[in-house]
């Protein structure tokens, strides 16, 4: 595996890549608490398919560089981060498969640069008009999004995070997760100012929301959409109203699985994932 230090949109990301210089460009995007190396089994099975995976470490995150200002996390800006990375690596046209905040993300990439994105793929991570939908009617979803509000405030949610070696980080990881890969996180969250600019991407997020930033809307692009059944952050519902978001789309929901779905079922998110991609 090549790791690689590229800068993108004033900033310089480290990025991780497998597979065939010459293979179909496949970027995965992580969400929040993870890192690049939350895709390490998918990365694995698309590069032994022929593909060439692309797995940055995002704006805030681990290795890349953190501006500590809120404005810097801004949903646009993180979209043509990674564009700017698709040019600087020579892609015209990507595919992309994003997780939690990651797929958000890559809903706002494929809204924004329709045409450079060739198929989707989003593991937990609500359509922006679904969720805002759902929000307005399920009592149960606004209280699982607690967090979002309270990472609005200043300073406490990083000293809570903090604490105790990170102990809520640690809480809300899966209970499979091995001792090794437990380890790898502590290091990326213990990292020069981590923490602040992870939570910066909720901060960012919420003012993007209120400004508009984003006029989001359907989504022409083939989607696959996977998702937990025993989310408890994030409803089933949301990957229901976020299919109908998607005139191309499909849905597959894993029973008895939590919001950690490439960790909990890899076997089979590989397989899909390799299925969806196939046709490029």
Known sequence: M????????????????IGPSDGKP???LHGFPDFW?????????????????????QRGYNHSDKPLEKEAYRQRILAADIMG???????????????????????????????????????SAPHFLASMKYSRTNTSQKFKSWYVLFFQLPFLPERLIKAFNY??????????????????????WSQPNAIHTMVNWYRGFVDGVKSREIQYGQIDI????????????????????????????RLTVFDKTSHWVMHE??????AILLKHFSSL
């Open 167 to 188: 102990r809520v980080l640690r809480k809300s990881m899966p209970k499979s997760l091995s001792p090794q890969l437990l380890k790898r996180y502590l290091s990326a």
């Open 222 to 249: 083939p989607t696959h959409i996977l998702w937990g059944e025993q989310d408890k952050y994030l409803e089933v519902g949301l990957a229901e109203l976020s299919l109908k978001q998607c005139t191309e789309g």
């Open 37 to 57: 190396f939350t895709w390490e089994k998918q990365m694995e099975a698309l590069a032994a398919s022929g593909f060439r995976v692309i797995a940055p470490d």
């Open 26 to 28: 496949i970027f995965l």
């Open 2 to 17: 090549e790791t690689r230090y590229i800068k993108t949109n004033g900033i310089q990301l480290q990025v991780r890549m």
């Open 85 to 123: 990375l698709a040019d600087a690596l020579g892609y015209d046209t990507i595919s992309l498969a994003g997780h939690d905040f990651g797929g958000i993300v890559a809903w706002s990439i494929a809204t924004l640069y329709p045409a450079r994105v060739q198929k989707l793929a989003i593991i």
């Open 265 to 270: 079922r890899s076997n089979e998110v590989n």
